[in-house]
C-alpha cells in the first residue's frame, strides 16, 4: 500500500460494517501518541457537524 502525501495523511473515509455500523481507522501515530489500546472504550459525542472522541471514563 502507497505512503499518503503529508497533506493528505489525515484524511480518512468511513467503512460499513455488518449493514447497520460505521466504522473509521485513526492514524497510528495518534493512537501511540493517546496510549488508546486495542478494545478500549471510548464516548462519542455530536458537537454540531463534529464528532468528539475521548477516553471512557467510569
Avoid at 500500500?1 to 489525515?10: A, G, I, L
Amino acid at each position: 500500500m502507497p505512503v499518503r502525501k503529508t497533506e493528505k495523511r489525515n484524511i480518512r473515509s468511513l467503512t460499513k460494517i455488518a449493514g447497520k455500523s460505521f466504522g473509521i481507522t485513526f492514524p497510528i501515530e495518534l493512537i501511540r501518541k493517546l496510549g488508546w489500546r486495542a478494545k478500549q472504550k471510548l464516548t462519542v459525542t455530536p458537537k454540531g457537524k463534529k464528532l468528539i472522541v475521548k477516553d471512557w471514563k467510569k
